[in-house]
């Protein structure tokens, strides 16, 4: 069964701290497509980043990273040089390329950014 | 900005009701999905609709059902209102899932808060 833990539910870190969000998923499929999406506080949810299961290359997009270890199952965002504008929860989501297309999505971390 | 717009973004009702939610998705997306977000339950999947067809069910109550319509807006219907259907209903879209390499990115509408008391 599909199924994503995010074990972090709040993290508060100063502002220009490093901070690391946790995901660790769990799937039979061998395709799959994990996702990292923001919510913050006026409710939206922004899309940040999609990976295949095909592709374990770190990705980095400015101050934002991911990490993916297929050994590990885990699908890890960093934030460099946290921003009080980062604060917000995320999710981590994962869909089965096999399956109705519908994600399946953690419970989210909240983050605090303190200034 | 998404792109999927959702109207109204706030709804208050009492319990026993019927509500309608509306969406519009992307410019060229035919896949409509709907989400529920509540406190306890978390982000859940309802449905999917690509090009006016049920693609696919998640946890949806039978009290609830959605169409899409041939101009590819989709509406969620909500009867027999209960307290704990308050909640933040997302509608997401995306392109065409049947395509090559197969795209999941879901852009998410604003949302649309009901609240039942």
């Known amino acids: 069964a599909q199924k994503v833990t995010q074990a972090q539910t709040e993290i508060s870190v100063v502002e220009k701290e490093d901070v690391t969000l946790d995901c660790v998923y769990e799937?039979?499929?061998?395709?799959?497509?994990l996702f990292w999406y923001k919510q913050p506080p006026s409710g939206e949810l922004v899309f940040l980043i999609r990976?295949?299961?095909?592709?374990?290359q770190n990705e980095i997009s400015g101050r934002y990273s991911w990490n993916f270890q297929k050994s590990t199952s885990s699908f890890n965002f960093t934030i460099t040089a946290s921003q009080v504008v980062d604060s917000a929860v995320y999710f981590c989501?994962?869909?089965?390329?096999?399956?109705?297309?519908?994600?399946?999505f953690g419970k989210g971390t909240r983050l605090h950014i303190l200034p | 900005d998404s792109g999927v717009t959702q109207t109204p973004k706030h709804l208050i009702t009492a319990t026993g009701q019927r509500v309608t939610l509306r969406c519009s998705p992307r410019?060229?997306?035919?896949?409509v999905y709907w989400y529920q977000q509540s406190l306890d339950q978390g982000l859940q999947f309802l449905i999917h609709?690509?090009?006016?067809?049920?693609?696919a069910k998640g946890n949806i109550l039978e009290r609830f059902s959605a169409q899409q319509f041939p101009d590819l807006h989709s509406e969620l219907n909500l009867s027999s209102l209960e307290l704990g259907d308050s909640a933040l209903y997302f509608c997401?879209?995306?392109?065409?899932?049947?395509?090559?390499?197969?795209?999941?990115?879901?852009?998410f509408g604003p949302g649309t808060r009901l609240t039942v008391t």
């Open positions: 997401a879209s995306s392109v065409d899932p049947g395509a090559t390499p197969r795209s999941y990115e879901q852009y």
């Open positions: 799937t039979r499929d061998t395709t799959y497509y």
């Open positions: 990976r295949n299961s095909f592709d374990e």
């Open positions: 989501a994962l869909s089965e390329a096999n399956r109705d297309d519908k994600i399946i």
């Open positions: 410019s060229g997306d035919l896949s």
């Open positions: 609709y690509y090009n006016g067809e049920e693609r």
